[in-house]
């Protein structure tokens, strides 16, 4: 029988994974407007693109916080294994968000604005890329013995973790076409649903690769996506990623204005749940399961009385956010 001390570690998994993939979700669209600002033309569309998210962006980082925050009270092994594990690609995601956010502040009071610019598209690429290292990284496994990292400086550097970086940058640049469309209009808006179509085709590629990689990562992932009865459990993952897929590409064509963005949020959802899957009840794979790596169940009740308060704020405060901000933007709206 399932006892109160066994499903805490199931509460709090899901409180961590919640936050994570809100900041992939919400950040993601962030830093997919800063890869695309190299690809805008002038400093007007630029100001168009920055303008939209100006109000948003900086709160979206308390998802970023929770996350980091949660997994080193809720799964403390899991934390000392990762950061050792994942020093360098973490400390870089780190620095380049910094730059990203100096820069964006920066930008709308400097008047030679070519160093600020660079400092927010090249953030936002190195930011995003260490992100899909670290995700891919983790999905094939760290080495460990209990809970002690055991693996060399560079183990997160492999081909897999590569193809996730590339794929994530892909990935948040959908994010922000697709958000470019909902916010902005007249030709940005155009551009931006040029773009939507061209990334989609890349993010499709993206997630076929990943998905045909995976299961080679590891027997146990092939166990499961091509082993009865766990490969019933996960057909609809690329079953629904194919439906999403389409209804966007549709989307777009049909010149929509919300669904390109409410769809590759879909689309983010359901690899999202197909890697999780794949892995689940790991939290580190191949051995650290939510169980193994949980802290004791006192720390977690205590922690979780806390979180009960804490998460509807934040919820409660980013819903608000956006909704204050919503509509169109344009050029004088936003820090002057």
């Given at each position: 029988?399932?006892?109160?001390?066994?499903?805490?570690?199931?509460?709090?998994?899901?409180?961590?994974?919640?936050?994570?993939?809100?900041?992939?979700?919400?950040?993601?669209?962030?830093?997919?407007?800063?890869?695309?600002?190299?690809?805008?033309?002038?400093?007007?569309?630029?100001?168009?693109?920055?303008?939209?998210?100006?109000?948003?962006?900086?709160?979206?980082?308390?998802?970023?916080?929770?996350?980091?925050?949660?997994?080193?009270?809720?799964?403390?092994?899991?934390?000392?294994?990762?950061?050792?594990?994942?020093y360098l690609p973490l400390s870089l995601m780190l620095i380049a968000l910094i730059f990203r956010g100096?820069?964006?502040?920066?930008?709308?009071?400097?008047?030679?604005?070519?160093?600020?610019?660079?400092?927010?598209?090249?953030?936002?690429?190195?930011?995003?890329?260490?992100?899909?290292?670290?995700?891919?990284?983790?999905?094939?496994?760290?080495?460990?013995?209990?809970?002690?990292?055991?693996?060399?400086?560079?183990?997160?550097?492999?081909?897999?973790?590569?193809?996730?970086?590339?794929?994530?940058?892909?990935?948040?640049?959908?994010?922000?076409?697709?958000?470019?469309?909902?916010?902005?209009?007249?030709?940005?808006?155009?551009?931006?649903?040029?773009?939507?179509?061209?990334?989609?085709?890349?993010?499709?590629?993206?997630?076929?690769?990943?998905?045909?990689?995976?299961?080679?990562?590891?027997?146990?992932?092939?166990?499961?996506?091509?082993?009865?009865?766990?490969?019933?459990?996960?057909?609809?993952?690329?079953?629904?990623?194919?439906?999403?897929?389409?209804?966007?590409?549709?989307?777009?064509?049909?010149?929509?204005?919300?669904?390109?963005?409410?769809?590759?949020?879909?689309?983010?959802?359901?690899?999202?749940?197909?890697?999780?899957?794949?892995?689940?009840?790991?939290?580190?794979?191949?051995?650290?399961?939510?169980?193994?790596?949980?802290?004791?169940?006192?720390?977690?009740?205590?922690?979780?009385?806390?979180?009960?308060?804490?998460?509807?704020?934040?919820?409660?405060?980013?819903?608000?956010?956006?909704?204050?901000?919503?509509?169109?933007?344009?050029?004088?709206?936003?820090?002057?």
């Amino acid at each position: 029988m399932t006892t109160t001390i066994d499903l805490l570690p199931l509460v709090w998994f899901g409180i961590i994974g919640f936050g994570v993939f809100m900041y992939v979700l919400l950040d993601g669209f962030v830093l997919g407007i800063g890869i695309l600002s190299g690809f805008a033309h002038g400093e007007y569309e630029r100001d168009i693109m920055m303008n939209s998210v100006a109000p948003i962006w900086d709160g979206n980082e308390t998802w970023l916080v929770l996350g980091g925050t949660g997994l080193l009270a809720a799964f403390p092994a899991a934390y000392t294994v990762l950061l050792p594990a994942l020093y360098l690609p973490l400390s870089l995601m780190l620095i380049a968000l910094i730059f990203r956010g100096v820069a964006f502040e920066f930008r709308f009071k400097a008047e030679r604005k070519f160093g600020w610019n660079t400092a927010f598209n090249l953030g936002s690429i190195v930011a995003t890329f260490c992100q899909g290292v670290t995700l891919g990284a983790i999905v094939q496994g760290v080495a460990t013995d209990g809970a002690q990292y055991v693996g060399g400086v560079f183990d997160w550097l492999s081909p897999f973790s590569l193809l996730t970086g590339v794929s994530l940058v892909v990935g948040y640049a959908l994010l922000g076409a697709t958000w470019m469309v909902m916010k902005t209009a007249g030709n940005l808006q155009q551009k931006a649903y040029g773009w939507s179509r061209m990334l989609l085709t890349g993010v499709i590629v993206c997630m076929a690769l990943v998905s045909l990689y995976v299961p080679f990562l590891d027997g146990d992932y092939a166990q499961r996506w091509f082993g009865l009865p766990h490969a019933l459990l996960l057909v609809p993952f690329p079953l629904a990623a194919v439906a999403v897929s389409y209804a966007l590409y549709a989307s777009v064509l049909r010149r929509s204005e919300y669904w390109p963005f409410l769809l590759s949020l879909a689309m983010f959802a359901v690899g999202y749940g197909g890697l999780a899957a794949s892995f689940w009840p790991h939290i580190i794979p191949p051995d650290l399961t939510i169980w193994n790596a949980a802290a004791p169940p006192e720390s977690q009740r205590f922690l979780l009385v806390g979180m009960v308060f804490l998460l509807p704020f934040i919820l409660f405060y980013t819903g608000w956010s956006y909704w204050i901000f919503r509509g169109k933007v344009s050029r004088d709206m936003g820090y002057h």
